[in-house]
């Protein structure tokens, strides 16, 4: 059975910093492209950040220039470094990815960013 874990959330301070992880895990055999959603209290969940197998990156716009996305392909590991964090950014994070052919979801880690 394969499952992807979150870890890294918490709360932090406006222009501060947090690093999110997701941990994939179990008979993976193919594990395409991973990504980061968000959603915050009241809104539908958005894409925050998508990486490729092959190391391509693609930001939403809110979070250009502050966030990165990276990838372990060894450790079968996604990350998000998230740097600057405003109040806006508050919300429970999850991981995707698309793994022996199908979509996976982690349980979400929660960011929140005080003002």
């Known amino acids: 059975q394969v499952q992807l874990v979150e870890s890294g959330g918490g709360l932090v301070q406006a222009g501060g910093s947090l690093r999110l992880s997701c941990a994939a895990s179990g008979s993976i055999f193919v594990m395409n492209t991973m990504s980061w959603y968000r959603q915050a209290p009241g809104k539908q969940r958005e894409l925050v950040a998508t990486i490729t197998t092959g190391g391509t990156t693609n930001y939403a716009d809110p979070v250009k220039g502050r966030f990165s996305i990276t990838r372990d392909n060894a450790k079968n590991t996604m990350y998000l470094q998230m740097n600057s964090l405003k109040p806006e950014d508050t919300a429970v994070y999850y991981c995707?990815?698309?793994?022996?052919?199908?979509?996976?979801w982690g349980q979400g880690t929660q960011v929140t960013v005080s003002s």
């Open positions: 995707d990815a698309r793994i022996n052919a199908r979509d996976r």
